[in-house]
Protein backbone atom coordinates (compact mmCIF):
# COMPACT_ATOMS: atom_id res chain seq x y z
CA UNK A 1 0.00 0.00 0.00
CA UNK A 2 1.40 3.65 -0.89
CA UNK A 3 1.26 6.16 1.32
CA UNK A 4 1.62 9.63 -0.39
CA UNK A 5 1.83 12.51 2.52
CA UNK A 6 2.09 16.33 2.53
CA UNK A 7 3.72 17.77 5.27
CA UNK A 8 5.90 20.81 6.00
CA UNK A 9 7.73 19.03 8.99
CA UNK A 10 8.31 15.56 6.68
CA UNK A 11 11.27 14.21 9.25
CA UNK A 12 8.79 13.67 12.05
CA UNK A 13 7.76 10.90 10.15
CA UNK A 14 10.60 9.04 10.19
CA UNK A 15 9.07 7.21 13.79
CA UNK A 16 7.43 5.28 11.36
CA UNK A 17 11.14 3.34 11.01
CA UNK A 18 10.52 1.72 14.21
CA UNK A 19 8.90 -1.34 14.84
CA UNK A 20 5.83 -3.05 13.02
CA UNK A 21 5.76 -0.01 10.57
CA UNK A 22 9.03 0.18 9.79
CA UNK A 23 9.40 -3.53 9.07
CA UNK A 24 6.35 -3.06 7.16
CA UNK A 25 8.20 -0.04 5.15
CA UNK A 26 11.27 -2.26 4.68
CA UNK A 27 9.76 -5.18 3.18
CA UNK A 28 7.91 -3.46 0.70
CA UNK A 29 4.54 -4.01 2.45
CA UNK A 30 3.66 -0.30 2.40
CA UNK A 31 5.52 2.93 1.18
CA UNK A 32 5.49 6.38 2.43
CA UNK A 33 6.42 9.55 0.10
CA UNK A 34 6.53 12.66 1.63
CA UNK A 35 5.60 16.10 0.23
CA UNK A 36 7.09 19.03 1.53
CA UNK A 37 5.05 22.36 0.29
CA UNK A 38 8.29 24.48 1.13
CA UNK A 39 9.82 23.00 -2.53
CA UNK A 40 6.61 24.02 -3.96
CA UNK A 41 7.02 27.70 -1.86
CA UNK A 42 6.08 30.64 -5.18
CA UNK A 43 7.94 33.82 -3.57
CA UNK A 44 11.93 34.35 -2.75
CA UNK A 45 11.24 33.93 0.75
CA UNK A 46 10.10 30.35 0.72
CA UNK A 47 6.78 31.27 2.33
CA UNK A 48 4.42 28.73 3.44
CA UNK A 49 1.87 30.12 5.57
CA UNK A 50 -0.12 33.82 4.85
CA UNK A 51 -2.95 35.67 6.39
CA UNK A 52 -6.32 34.84 6.84
CA UNK A 53 -9.07 37.22 4.74
CA UNK A 54 -11.39 38.84 7.17
CA UNK A 55 -8.08 39.14 9.39
CA UNK A 56 -8.01 38.38 13.19
CA UNK A 57 -5.05 36.07 14.82
CA UNK A 58 -3.17 33.25 13.46
CA UNK A 59 -1.97 31.96 9.93
CA UNK A 60 -3.10 29.76 7.03
CA UNK A 61 -1.28 27.39 4.89
CA UNK A 62 -0.26 29.43 1.97
CA UNK A 63 -2.58 28.24 -0.79
CA UNK A 64 -0.17 28.17 -3.80
CA UNK A 65 2.49 25.92 -2.40
CA UNK A 66 -0.15 23.58 -0.85
CA UNK A 67 -1.91 23.59 -4.00
CA UNK A 68 1.40 22.54 -5.90
CA UNK A 69 2.69 20.05 -3.58
CA UNK A 70 -1.29 18.29 -3.47
CA UNK A 71 -1.26 18.42 -7.67
CA UNK A 72 2.17 16.64 -7.52
CA UNK A 73 1.42 14.01 -4.81
CA UNK A 74 -1.87 13.33 -7.37
CA UNK A 75 -0.14 12.95 -10.24
CA UNK A 76 2.42 10.55 -8.75
CA UNK A 77 -0.70 8.56 -6.98
CA UNK A 78 -3.41 8.73 -9.19
CA UNK A 79 -5.59 6.53 -7.36
CA UNK A 80 -5.21 7.59 -3.86
CA UNK A 81 -8.22 9.51 -2.21
CA UNK A 82 -6.85 12.27 -0.56
CA UNK A 83 -7.64 13.10 3.37
CA UNK A 84 -7.41 15.68 4.88
CA UNK A 85 -6.58 15.62 8.98
CA UNK A 86 -8.25 18.19 10.72
CA UNK A 87 -10.34 18.61 14.29
CA UNK A 88 -13.47 19.31 12.10
CA UNK A 89 -13.11 15.70 10.49
CA UNK A 90 -14.90 12.63 11.46
CA UNK A 91 -13.97 10.56 14.11
CA UNK A 92 -11.16 8.04 12.96
CA UNK A 93 -12.22 4.77 14.27
CA UNK A 94 -10.52 1.29 14.00
CA UNK A 95 -13.82 0.47 11.80
CA UNK A 96 -12.26 3.31 9.27
CA UNK A 97 -8.53 1.74 9.12
CA UNK A 98 -10.46 -1.38 8.13
CA UNK A 99 -12.00 -0.01 5.05
CA UNK A 100 -8.96 2.52 4.59
CA UNK A 101 -6.27 -0.48 4.27
CA UNK A 102 -8.32 -2.35 1.86
CA UNK A 103 -7.53 0.35 -0.61
CA UNK A 104 -4.24 0.60 -2.38
CA UNK A 105 -3.56 4.18 -2.09
CA UNK A 106 -3.88 7.28 0.29
CA UNK A 107 -2.51 10.78 0.13
CA UNK A 108 -2.64 12.34 3.46
CA UNK A 109 -2.96 16.07 4.23
CA UNK A 110 -1.18 16.94 7.73
CA UNK A 111 -2.07 20.74 8.13
CA UNK A 112 -0.19 23.12 10.14
CA UNK A 113 -1.74 26.85 11.55
CA UNK A 114 -5.09 27.54 11.42
CA UNK A 115 -5.67 25.33 8.30
CA UNK A 116 -6.10 25.56 5.06
CA UNK A 117 -7.99 27.44 2.25
CA UNK A 118 -12.03 26.07 2.24
CA UNK A 119 -11.63 25.89 -1.82
CA UNK A 120 -8.85 23.70 -1.49
CA UNK A 121 -10.66 21.77 0.90
CA UNK A 122 -13.84 21.89 -1.53
CA UNK A 123 -11.79 21.05 -4.58
CA UNK A 124 -8.71 19.13 -3.77
CA UNK A 125 -10.26 16.54 -0.32
CA UNK A 126 -12.07 13.47 -0.98
CA UNK A 127 -12.55 12.89 3.01
CA UNK A 128 -11.73 14.54 6.24
CA UNK A 129 -10.45 13.06 9.95
CA UNK A 130 -9.97 14.07 13.73
CA UNK A 131 -8.21 11.85 15.88
CA UNK A 132 -10.11 12.46 18.70
CA UNK A 133 -11.75 15.46 20.43
CA UNK A 134 -7.96 17.59 21.94
CA UNK A 135 -6.19 19.59 20.35
CA UNK A 136 -2.68 18.67 18.94
CA UNK A 137 -0.16 20.98 17.03
CA UNK A 138 -0.40 19.93 13.27
CA UNK A 139 -1.90 17.19 11.14
CA UNK A 140 1.28 15.40 11.27
CA UNK A 141 0.95 13.15 14.57
CA UNK A 142 -2.95 12.46 13.50
CA UNK A 143 -1.21 11.12 10.07
CA UNK A 144 1.28 9.15 11.61
CA UNK A 145 -1.37 7.37 13.71
CA UNK A 146 -3.74 6.59 10.84
CA UNK A 147 -0.64 5.09 8.85
CA UNK A 148 0.41 3.33 11.98
CA UNK A 149 -3.16 1.97 12.61
CA UNK A 150 -3.70 0.61 8.83
CA UNK A 151 -0.53 -0.83 8.49
CA UNK A 152 -0.92 -3.02 11.21
CA UNK A 153 -3.64 -4.45 9.10
CA UNK A 154 -1.94 -4.91 5.84
CA UNK A 155 -1.72 -8.72 5.79
CA UNK A 156 1.84 -9.98 6.64
CA UNK A 157 2.49 -7.03 8.62
CA UNK A 158 2.14 -8.62 12.46
CA UNK A 159 4.46 -11.09 12.97
CA UNK A 160 2.81 -14.44 14.21
CA UNK A 161 3.45 -13.59 18.08
CA UNK A 162 2.22 -10.06 17.30
CA UNK A 163 -0.83 -11.52 15.83
CA UNK A 164 -4.35 -9.79 16.30
CA UNK A 165 -6.49 -12.78 15.42
CA UNK A 166 -5.97 -14.99 18.93
CA UNK A 167 -8.25 -13.16 20.85
CA UNK A 168 -11.13 -12.89 18.25
CA UNK A 169 -13.64 -12.27 20.62
CA UNK A 170 -11.55 -8.89 22.04
CA UNK A 171 -12.74 -7.33 19.09
CA UNK A 172 -15.13 -4.18 20.63
CA UNK A 173 -13.98 -4.50 24.06
CA UNK A 174 -11.02 -3.87 25.90
CA UNK A 175 -7.99 -6.11 26.05
CA UNK A 176 -8.30 -8.11 29.59
CA UNK A 177 -5.04 -8.24 32.29
CA UNK A 178 -1.93 -9.42 30.90
CA UNK A 179 0.85 -11.21 33.68
CA UNK A 180 4.16 -12.54 33.26
CA UNK A 181 7.38 -13.75 35.48
CA UNK A 182 7.89 -13.46 38.26
CA UNK A 183 4.70 -14.92 40.23
CA UNK A 184 4.81 -12.94 42.82
CA UNK A 185 5.27 -8.45 42.27
CA UNK A 186 5.22 -6.45 45.37
CA UNK A 187 3.30 -9.02 47.40
CA UNK A 188 0.41 -9.35 44.34
CA UNK A 189 0.40 -12.84 42.97
CA UNK A 190 -0.79 -14.25 39.68
CA UNK A 191 -4.34 -15.24 39.08
CA UNK A 192 -4.39 -18.32 40.21
CA UNK A 193 -6.14 -19.96 37.11
CA UNK A 194 -3.90 -18.60 34.48
CA UNK A 195 -1.47 -21.15 36.41
CA UNK A 196 -3.86 -23.76 35.80
CA UNK A 197 -3.24 -25.30 32.75
CA UNK A 198 -7.29 -25.00 32.20
CA UNK A 199 -7.35 -23.57 28.88
CA UNK A 200 -11.48 -23.53 28.50
CA UNK A 201 -11.20 -22.12 32.23
CA UNK A 202 -8.51 -19.54 31.16
CA UNK A 203 -10.35 -18.40 28.02
CA UNK A 204 -13.67 -17.97 30.52
CA UNK A 205 -11.28 -15.89 32.69
CA UNK A 206 -9.91 -13.60 30.19
CA UNK A 207 -12.70 -12.89 28.49
CA UNK A 208 -15.05 -11.90 31.41
CA UNK A 209 -11.93 -9.28 32.74
CA UNK A 210 -12.63 -8.13 28.80
CA UNK A 211 -16.40 -7.71 29.67
CA UNK A 212 -15.68 -6.35 32.89
CA UNK A 213 -12.98 -3.39 32.33
CA UNK A 214 -14.75 -2.51 29.26
CA UNK A 215 -17.78 -2.11 31.33
CA UNK A 216 -16.37 -0.50 33.79
CA UNK A 217 -13.99 2.20 31.71
CA UNK A 218 -15.95 2.33 28.67
CA UNK A 219 -19.57 1.56 28.86
CA UNK A 220 -20.13 3.65 25.48
CA UNK A 221 -17.93 0.31 23.57
CA UNK A 222 -20.85 -2.01 25.79
CA UNK A 223 -23.43 -0.12 24.18
CA UNK A 224 -21.87 -1.17 20.85
CA UNK A 225 -21.49 -4.76 21.24
CA UNK A 226 -23.88 -7.52 21.02
CA UNK A 227 -23.51 -9.73 24.15
CA UNK A 228 -24.11 -13.69 23.60
CA UNK A 229 -25.69 -15.42 26.38
CA UNK A 230 -22.20 -16.60 27.71
CA UNK A 231 -20.83 -12.89 27.54
CA UNK A 232 -24.09 -12.32 28.98
CA UNK A 233 -23.52 -14.43 32.31
CA UNK A 234 -19.89 -13.68 32.41
CA UNK A 235 -20.71 -10.07 33.02
CA UNK A 236 -23.34 -10.48 35.29
CA UNK A 237 -20.84 -12.81 37.35
CA UNK A 238 -18.32 -9.77 37.26
CA UNK A 239 -20.81 -6.88 38.42
CA UNK A 240 -21.86 -9.18 41.13
CA UNK A 241 -18.62 -9.96 42.26
CA UNK A 242 -17.53 -5.79 42.48
CA UNK A 243 -20.88 -5.48 44.43
CA UNK A 244 -20.13 -7.90 46.94
CA UNK A 245 -16.23 -6.92 47.54
CA UNK A 246 -15.95 -3.25 48.32
CA UNK A 247 -13.40 -0.96 46.07
CA UNK A 248 -11.35 2.04 46.71
CA UNK A 249 -13.31 5.00 46.06
CA UNK A 250 -12.05 6.56 42.45
CA UNK A 251 -11.95 2.52 40.97
CA UNK A 252 -14.83 3.52 38.80
CA UNK A 253 -16.98 0.83 40.23
CA UNK A 254 -21.01 1.61 40.63
CA UNK A 255 -22.46 0.21 43.71
CA UNK A 256 -25.90 0.20 43.92
C1 LIG B 1 -8.46 27.93 17.33
C2 LIG B 1 -9.15 26.70 16.95
N1 LIG B 1 -8.29 25.52 16.82
C3 LIG B 1 -9.14 24.41 16.32
C4 LIG B 1 -9.50 23.47 17.39
C5 LIG B 1 -7.19 25.77 15.90
C6 LIG B 1 -6.39 24.59 15.55
C7 LIG B 1 -5.73 23.85 16.52
C8 LIG B 1 -4.95 22.77 16.17
C9 LIG B 1 -6.28 24.21 14.24
C10 LIG B 1 -5.50 23.14 13.89
C11 LIG B 1 -4.82 22.43 14.86
C12 LIG B 1 -3.95 21.32 14.48
N2 LIG B 1 -4.63 20.03 14.61
C13 LIG B 1 -4.72 19.20 13.59
O1 LIG B 1 -4.23 19.51 12.51
C14 LIG B 1 -5.46 17.96 13.73
C15 LIG B 1 -6.14 17.38 14.85
C16 LIG B 1 -6.32 17.82 16.21
O2 LIG B 1 -5.82 18.86 16.67
N3 LIG B 1 -7.06 17.03 17.02
C17 LIG B 1 -7.61 15.86 16.61
N4 LIG B 1 -7.48 15.41 15.39
C18 LIG B 1 -6.74 16.18 14.51
S1 LIG B 1 -6.47 15.80 12.92
C19 LIG B 1 -5.58 17.15 12.64
Not at 12 to 21: E, N, P, Q, R, V
Not at 24 to 44: F, H, M, S
Not at 111 to 135: F, M, P
Request: no cysteine; proline share 7%.
Amino acid sequence: MRFDVISLFPAMFTALKHGITGRALTRGLAELILWNPRDYAVNAHGQVDDRPYGGGPGMLMRYEPLAAAIQAARAASPAGQVLYLSPQGQPFTQAVAQRLAQTDALILLAGRYEGIDERLLNTQVDAVWSVGDYVVSGGELPAMLMIDSIIRLLPGALGHTESAGQDSFSAGLLDHPHYTRPEVVAEQVVPDVLLSGDHARIRRWRLQQALGRTWQQRPDLLQQYPLSDEEQTLLVEYIDAINESPQPTGSGVIRE
